[in-house]
């Protein structure tokens, strides 16, 4: 790994176009060993016990395009802080150290990962998923419209992601079926 010294945070979802901290640089990644995926139960943000929506995380398995940031070390803890504040609030999230590649070289960087003990972890069908994110709605709004967002930014980004455009056709198909 180069860089060590370094402090890198991958993001693969919000993060990559709503970091909310201070950055030096800012490098495409390419996490492999896991996958972004709608798979967290969202109570809260995105839909309520009644009714959940999901929200993304990273699951084993696949490779995920994303974002890399590295980050000044007198920010580091202070960053740190805030993407705790951001990300745990359920506590559905491993924190880990994972290596990403970058456009030249390779990086550990800081990231949240699905945790599948955990009672909001979702494994569900394609139509599930959809069903349950053309119903959510919670605090921070819509989740469809948390989805069409999510695909938008990473088509703006240049990040290729065939299983989201998928789930974001059936859930317009869902929606508009209403």
């Known amino acids: 790994m180069d860089d060590h010294d370094d402090f890198w945070v991958f993001g693969y979802g919000s993060l990559m176009w709503d970091p909310g901290f201070d950055f030096l640089e800012r490098q495409p990644a390419l996490l ?56 745990m609030l359920h506590y559905v999230y491993d924190e880990r150290m ?34 349950l994110i053309a119903q959510g709605c919670g605090e921070r709004g819509k989740n469809r419209d948390y989805l069409e967002n999510t695909v938008q930014h990473l088509d703006e980004l240049g990040v290729a992601d065939g299983p989201l455009h998928d789930l974001r056709d059936r859930v317009r198909q869902l929606y508009t079926q209403k």
Do not use: I, N, W
Request: charged fraction near 30%; include cysteine; charge should be positive.
């Open 98 to 131: 994972v290596p990403v590649a970058l456009p030249d070289r390779r990086v550990l960087a800081h990231t949240y990962v699905a945790d599948r003990s955990h009672e909001q972890y979702a494994r569900l069908t394609l139509e599930e998923t959809a069903r």
């Open 32 to 87: 492999r060993g896991y996958h972004r995926a709608f798979c967290l139960y969202s109570h809260h943000y995105r839909g309520t016990p009644e009714r959940p929506g999901l929200v993304l995380g990273l699951d084993r398995g696949g490779s995920c395009r994303g974002m890399a940031y590295r980050v000044a070390d007198a920010l580091k803890d202070s960053v740190q802080e805030y993407l705790y504040a951001r990300e």
